[in-house]
């Protein structure tokens, strides 16, 4: 089974603080995906990465970076977190390059409070 | 855009009753899938449907392509509470993929 394991479930952090988001899958996935999921509005991509330090810019990049510097590791990092990125955070991997023809697989999300 | 958009929101059914989710799309597609997702927790895929395919089957799942009229649908059949979760159906192509906002089902014992 394919298992894609985020760092934290729950989050809390401080306006102005530096919040990274670890993501680890263990299938030797090419692709790997950032998403924020917010009611009504549903999962917007953030960033997703094809390789090793390879990065796309998704449909709201605003205020995040990422980082992949190992295949299995995706970081999402925002550099100073504000109240508006309180969200869901689901991060998501899918096998080979060809990203439009694959499943994706997902992992439980990281619930981030900015207070 | 792209995104894929569930109709209705949200659904509440008994117990043994069918449940029918619509997914309307606004460009051409790769493929489109299904994926379900119990609360607080993130997606598992369901089923994926090619452009050229018409229908699929999983269990007691059925899913029908239209793309002509860039829409689909998911069936579920002898509904049970455990189907209770949210369900999105995500379009893919140029490289991205695009999830709708989902469709919330309720199945009441």
């Known amino acids: 089974d394919v298992k894609v394991t985020q760092s934290s479930r729950y989050l809390v952090k401080r306006t102005g603080e530096k919040v990274f988001l670890e993501c680890v899958q263990d299938m030797d996935h090419e692709n790997m995906f950032w998403y924020r999921q917010d009611p009504g509005l549903g999962l917007r991509l953030i960033y997703f990465s094809y390789d090793v330090k390879m990065k796309e810019k998704g449909d709201i990049p605003e205020g995040y970076s990422v980082s992949r510097e190992k295949k299995e590791r995706f970081s999402l990092i925002l550099e100073s977190a504000s109240t508006n990125q309180t969200s869901m955070y689901l991060c998501?991997?899918?096998?080979?390059?060809?990203?439009?023809?694959?499943?994706?697989?997902f992992g439980a999300g990281t619930r981030l409070s900015v207070l | 855009s792209q995104q894929g958009e569930e109709d209705p929101q949200a659904l509440s059914i008994q117990e043994g009753e069918n449940a029918t989710m619509n997914c309307s799309y606004k460009t051409s597609i790769n493929n489109l899938q299904w994926y379900r997702q119990n609360s607080g927790r993130g997606l598992v895929h369901l089923i994926l449907?090619?452009?050229?395919?018409r229908e699929k089957h999983s269990g007691r799942l059925r899913v029908t392509l239209d793309t002509s009229k860039k829409s689909s649908s998911l069936l579920i059949t002898a509904s049970r509470a455990a189907d209770t979760a949210s369900y999105f159906c995500?379009?893919?192509?140029?490289?991205?993929?695009?999830f709708g906002s989902g469709t919330k089902l309720n199945v009441k014992p």
């Open positions: 449907i090619r452009s050229n395919e």
């Open positions: 995500a379009t893919a192509a140029f490289n991205k993929f695009y």
């Open positions: 998501a991997s899918s096998f080979r390059q060809r990203i439009a023809k694959n499943i994706q697989y």
